[in-house]
Structure formats: C-alpha cells, structure tokens
C-alpha cells in the first residue's frame, strides 16, 4: 500500500498567531496528531494536558505530551479543535513526516480511500450507538 500525505496547519488557541504548516503521514494506525518535539516551541506556549507512553512502528515505547488547544486544519477540510502529541522523531530524508492518526481524522469526519490514495469527507457521523435509548 502507498503512503497518504496531506497538508496540515496547526494554530495555538491562546495564541493565533503562532502555527505550524506541513505535510502530514496519514497513519490510521496512529491515535491523534503526532508532532517532532522540535517543533514544540513554533507554535508558542501551550499547556502540557498530560504525559503518554506510545508504542511506535518498531515496537520503541517512547513518551509524549499531550498539548493543546490547537486547531488543525487539514487541507480540503472544515476545521477541528483538538490537542497535539510532542514525541522525538527523527529526520527521513532531512524532513520530520508528523502522524495524522485515526482520532483527528474521526473529529474531522474524514474517511481513507486507501484504494485511491486520498481522504474523502464523511457525509453523515454515526449516531447508531445512540439509536435505542430513550434519554
């Protein structure tokens, strides 16, 4: 199977002014928006919400902070408002590839056509969870 990348901005929601654009790793195998912790200090002082420990593709458990507010933008896409995942990546061919995993891609009611290589907008969520109750 390819590799699906699409352009992303990330805004800080204390402070708009600071962003971050890049290309982005659609990884649906990955939970969140995943960012080199070298980038961390771009997009300006954002509260550290907590500490998570994260298996990566190798089979590392490596640690990252969740930080946020922040909007993504996901190009092509409405807007979702989430948090970020600081861990230390490395360079693959002089360029850090971000993770855009399967929970922004859910919030921002996208789907993989891992068929045809792209993204493509949800019409509907799903509310069946939801269908039976009666409160």
């Known amino acids: 199977m390819g590799?699906?990348?699409t352009r992303i901005t990330i805004v800080n929601v204390l402070d708009p002014t600071r962003e971050i654009c890049s290309q982005a790793l659609?990884?649906?195998g990955a939970w969140g928006l995943m960012l080199p912790r070298a980038w961390k200090e771009q997009?300006?002082?954002l509260p550290v919400l907590r500490t998570v420990e994260l298996v990566t593709a190798d089979q590392r458990v490596v640690t990252g902070e969740v930080c946020g507010p922040?909007?993504?933008r996901i190009e092509g896409f409405e807007p979702v408002s989430s948090e970020v995942t600081f861990v230390d990546m490395e360079l693959d061919e002089g360029r850090y590839?971000?993770?855009l995993g399967y929970?922004?891609?859910e919030q921002a009611g996208i789907a993989v056509d891992v068929v045809g290589h792209r993204l493509l907008k949800i019409p509907h969520m799903v509310?069946?969870?939801?269908a039976g109750s009666s409160g």
Not at 127 to 130: D, I, N, T, V
């Open 3 to 5: 590799r699906i990348f």
């Open 26 to 28: 659609i990884d649906t």
């Open 43 to 45: 997009l300006g002082a």
């Open 70 to 72: 922040v909007t993504i």
């Open 97 to 99: 590839h971000p993770l």
């Open 103 to 105: 929970t922004v891609l």
């Open 127 to 130: 509310l069946r969870a939801a």
